[in-house]
């Protein structure tokens, strides 16, 4: 590969990076707070590309002029073709780019989580809640006060939270968000048993937002024996896939 294509290659990628980083498509690989670090890359990147492009196109126009010294640059009549080749099958290297923008992969769903065991972890404590009702709260916020807490900061609210729906082969409602410490390679999921007020269809992966309050009810994932809470619904509503669909809260 040599460095005209190099530079291009650069190029592309940081352009990559900085469409991702300037739109929510990062948000299906890696989690919000990594943003900054994704538009520093892909401007370095870009930079870099840039700068030897410009050092590429000034050794070529002292070449013409011929200041050039003529040594270790590969580019006699000998290897041209051969470096010319090698630009071509280095272009391939584009093709994941082109997937990377133009296609996003759709977040991990309720086929992850029926077949992955909850990762819900104890909470190093519990911020105060919100005066209101209902309290919006996270559904890993919920779980862990449920659980691990006993629901004592509960007793009394009524919490709206937001989930996607999968369905055990039991038959098991499930309110899921998948929660993730850095990308979605390493996104679990997190789950809440939903009991009183259902709809009377859930569709698997469809997005709810439910109201309900704390239910002292649980049980244990088949899949790895984990802490499963439940919710008493009293109101949910079909809603769009949001911005993020991972919760970042876990292990925070």
Same mark, same amino acid.
Request: include cysteine.
């Given at each position: 590969?040599?460095?005209?294509?190099?530079?291009?290659?650069?190029? %592309?990628?940081?352009?990559?990076?900085?469409?991702?980083?300037?739109?929510?498509?990062?948000?299906?690989?890696? #989690?919000?707070?990594?943003?900054? %670090?994704?538009?520093?890359?892909?401007? %370095?990147?870009?930079?870099?590309?840039?700068?030897?492009?410009?050092?590429?196109? +000034?050794?070529?126009?002292?070449?013409?002029?011929?200041?050039?010294?003529?040594?270790?640059?590969?580019?006699?009549?000998?290897?041209?073709?051969?470096?010319?080749?090698?630009?071509?099958?280095?272009?391939?290297?584009?093709?994941?780019?082109?997937?990377?923008? %133009?296609?996003?992969?759709?977040?991990?769903?309720?086929?992850?989580?029926?077949?992955?065991?909850?990762?819900?972890?104890?909470?190093?404590?519990?911020?105060?809640?919100?005066?209101?009702?209902?309290?919006?709260?996270?559904?890993?916020?919920?779980?862990?006060?449920?659980?691990?807490?006993?629901?004592?900061?509960?007793?009394?609210?009524?919490?709206?939270?937001?989930?996607? &729906?999968?369905?055990?082969?039991?038959?098991?409602?499930?309110?899921?968000?998948?929660?993730?410490?850095?990308?979605?390679?390493?996104?679990?999921?997190? #789950?809440?048993?939903?009991?009183?007020?259902?709809?009377? &269809?859930?569709?698997?992966?469809?997005?709810?937002?439910?109201?309900?309050?704390?239910?002292?009810? +649980?049980?244990?994932?088949?899949?790895?024996?984990?802490?499963?809470?439940?919710?008493?619904?009293?109101?949910?509503?079909?809603?769009?896939?949001?911005?993020?669909?991972?919760?970042?809260?876990?292990?925070?």
């Amino acid at each position: 590969m040599n460095r005209q294509t190099q530079a291009a290659v650069l190029l %592309l990628i940081g352009v990559a990076l900085l469409h991702g980083a300037l739109t929510d498509l990062y948000l299906r690989y890696v #989690k919000e707070g990594l943003r900054p %670090l994704l538009l520093a890359a892909g401007t %370095l990147l870009v930079v870099t590309a840039l700068a030897t492009a410009w050092y590429e196109w +000034r050794r070529a126009r002292r070449e013409e002029r011929g200041t050039g010294t003529g040594t270790g640059t590969g580019d006699g009549d000998g290897t041209r073709g051969h470096a010319h080749r090698e630009s071509r099958v280095s272009w391939l290297l584009v093709l994941p780019l082109f997937a990377l923008v %133009l296609v996003a992969p759709p977040a991990l769903g309720s086929y992850s989580a029926t077949h992955t065991g909850t990762a819900l972890q104890q909470p190093y404590g519990y911020a105060e809640l919100p005066a209101g009702d209902p309290v919006p709260i996270g559904l890993v916020d919920y779980a862990g006060r449920a659980f691990y807490g006993h629901g004592r900061s509960l007793e009394g609210r009524s919490v709206r939270l937001t989930g996607f &729906v999968a369905v055990t082969p039991s038959g098991t409602p499930y309110l899921v968000r998948m929660a993730l410490n850095c990308c979605a390679a390493d996104a679990q999921p997190v #789950k809440i048993g939903l009991t009183g007020n259902i709809p009377p &269809v859930l569709q698997p992966n469809a997005w709810l937002e439910v109201t309900g309050r704390y239910t002292a009810r +649980r049980t244990r994932d088949p899949v790895n024996d984990g802490p499963i809470p439940f919710l008493r619904v009293t109101a949910a509503r079909p809603v769009p896939t949001p911005r993020d669909p991972y919760d970042e809260t876990w292990n925070n």
